[in-house]
């Protein structure tokens, strides 16, 4: 059975930091590359970050770019992400899931989700 299981979310003021983690099991975690997408209300799921299978490759959405960091612990199943700089425009649902694919395609996707994690930047 596979799951998606993100936590770390919460409230946040703008400049602030949150690191968020995915708990993901079904699969053969360390044979796949892994994303965080993230959904604002009132608009489409869009992609946040990849990292490829063994860690070795990272791809960020520009809107992102240095100021989140993907990581993940193949021995633990995890995937994280490292969100510096907070702005307000980051909240949203946070959701993990596998790229079956690799980092190179964020959108041929399991159509499968877990519930998300909340997070809300105040300005």
């Known amino acids: 059975q596979v799951g998606l299981v993100e936590s770390g979310g919460g409230l946040v003021q703008a400049g602030g930091s949150l690191r968020l983690s995915c708990a993901a099991y079904?699969?053969?975690?360390?044979?796949?590359?892994m994303g965080w997408f993230r959904q604002a209300p009132g608009l489409e799921r869009e992609f946040v970050a990849a990292?490829?299978?063994?860690?070795?490759?990272?791809v960020y959405t520009d809107s992102v770019k240095g100021r989140f960091t993907i990581s993940r612990d193949n021995a633990k199943k995890m995937v994280y992400l490292q969100m510096n700089n907070l702005k307000p425009e980051d909240t949203a649902v946070y959701y993990c899931?596998?790229?079956?694919?690799?980092?190179?395609?964020?959108?041929?996707?399991?159509?499968?989700w877990g519930a998300g994690t909340q997070v809300t930047v105040s300005s």
């Open positions: 899931n596998f790229l079956p694919n690799g980092v190179s395609d964020t959108h041929n996707l399991y159509d499968y």
């Open positions: 990292i490829r299978y063994d860690g070795g490759s990272t």
């Open positions: 079904g699969r053969t975690f360390s044979t796949y590359s």
